[in-house]
C-alpha cells in the first residue's frame, strides 16, 4: 500500500529554528527529568541502544555496532549544531539521575507533515508507567513552545476536509507493538491511518504493518488553504 497522500494546510508550529541545547530548561514530573542531551551521555545512550528488546521496533532493527557507532549515528543529531533542528530529549530518574531513555521530536523527514513524536526506553523501566509520564509532559512542554504560521503539506487523512485545520503532533508505531499503542492512546493521540510496507529493519523481508497516531492542538485552528 502506498503511503497516506498528502494535502496543503495553513497551520501554526513552533517557531524554528529550535532554541539550541544551551537554552532549553528541563522538564520535570513526578519522577523524570527530561532535558537535552550531552556528550557526557554517550555511555548511558549507546547501553540502551545495544539492547536488542529496545533496538527490534526502532527503524535500523538492530544494535549499534559500537560506541562510536551510537556518537556519530544518533548522539550527534542532537548536539550542536543540529540541535537547532529537532527538539529530543533524554529521559532520566528524578531520584538518581540515571539515564533511562530518549524521546521527544528526533526528526525532520516527517512522513505525515506532522511534527512526530517518537521515544525508547532501557528495556529495565519497560511497563512501570514511565514513558506514558513522559509523552504527557512532553505534550504539555510543546504546546506552550512559541509558534509561528506554517503552511506545510500533511497526510490528507489526518485533517477534517471541511477547512478547519488543528495543529497537530503524530506518531508512528508498529502494529505489533501494543505496549507503544496503548502509552499513545492513554496520553490522546488517536488511531488515523493503518498501511504495510517494506520492512527496513536488517534481517527482515516480510513487510510490516504500520499505525499513524495524531494528536489535536488545544489552541487556535486555521482554515486550510486552496
Known sequence: MARP???????????????PNAERKPIRTE?????????EDLDAIYAI?????????????????????????????YLPPNDIRNYH???CLASTGELIGMGGMPKTDLLFGWPEVGYMLKKEYWGQGYATEFLRAF??????LPRSEAEIEVAAESVD???EVPEMLSAIADDENLASKHVLEKAGFQKFTRWTEPDTRVGVIDDIALVGFVLESPGQKVKASS
Request: positive net charge; glycine residues 4%; contains cysteine.
Open 49 to 77: 541502544r545495544t539492547q536488542p528488546e529496545v533496538m527490534h521496533f526502532s527503524a535500523v532493527g538492530q544494535i549499534d555496532a559500537s560506541k562510536d557507532e551510537t556518537r556519530t549515528s544518533y548522539l550527534a543529531c
Open 139 to 144: 505534550v504539555d512542554h510543546w504546546w506552550t
Open 161 to 163: 476536509r471541511s477547512g
Open 89 to 91: 530529549n533524554v529521559l
Open 5 to 19: 497522500p498528502k494535502i496543503k494546510v495553513k497551520t501554526y508550529l513552533p517557531t524554528q529554528p529550535f532554541p
Open 31 to 39: 519522577r523524570l527529568v527530561i532535558r537535552p542531551f550531552t556528550e
